[in-house]
């Protein structure tokens, strides 16, 4: 399960280092950036839908949360300033992750203002662009979520005796996300659901051989 608080990072999302961090020009408190995140959600999937909770929108913190769900403005900056967004976007699970700035609100905001440029292309772009621009952010599996299968399975290496080491798994796994990454499988529906498959295994794999 997602959770609000404290910080669900996407698995396979790759962090950016405390010491790369920058100071961002955004200009916007805390309770602004956060409440243009659910502003953005709302003109994207819908009021009604966003109401009847549709959506499944969860803003992911390390800031405690309010009685609604929603980080609580008026706390310290947490270490990890990092933020992610979950909802769902006509059926597709979707995962907008951001720790690039030194504050959570900062981070908030690129979220609020990458949501706006996609819209901009669902009003003004072709049907191929806009899956396009959509297929890096559909969402992972959170952190602890299992795969329908196995991981094994999933890579390849199910019927392997002895087992593999944590080497060849990570030969095979580098080599299966080349070959189904959806922007190399343009067109196939099930590209990215395929990839999400692999990356979960291969989190799952490294956390129980020691990766």
Not at 9 to 23: C, H, I, L, N, S
Not at 42 to 71: F, H, Q, W
Request: aromatic residues 10%; contains cysteine; hydrophobic residues 40%.
């Amino acid at each position: 399960m997602i959770e609000a608080y404290p910080l669900c990072w996407p698995v396979g999302r790759p962090r950016t280092d405390k010491w790369r961090r920058e100071r961002a020009r955004f200009d916007m408190s805390f309770a602004r950036a956060r409440d243009e995140i659910v502003r953005q959600i709302e003109l994207m999937c819908g009021k009604y839908a966003l109401a009847r909770r549709e959506t499944g929108l969860v803003i992911s913190t390390n800031i405690a949360l309010r009685r609604d769900g929603l980080p609580l403005a008026s706390q310290r900056q947490p270490d990890d300033p990092g933020v992610a967004v979950y909802f769902t976007y006509k059926k597709r699970p979707m995962c907008f992750a951001c720790d690039r700035w030194q504050r959570v609100e900062d981070n908030m905001q690129a979220i609020a203002k990458t949501i706006d440029a996609l819209r901009g292309i669902a009003r003004w772009g072709t049907g191929d662009m806009m899956e396009a621009a959509f297929t890096g952010f559909t969402a992972l599996p959170a952190p602890g979520q299992t795969t329908a299968r196995g991981w094994r399975e999933v890579l390849g290496v199910e019927a392997m005796n002895p087992p593999p080491t944590l080497a060849f798994v990570t030969s095979a796994y580098k080599s299966l996300r080349s070959r189904h990454h959806p922007d190399k499988n343009p067109g196939d529906a099930g590209a990215a659901a395929r990839f999400q498959e692999i990356m979960a295994a291969y989190e799952q794999a490294c956390q129980e051989l020691g990766g």
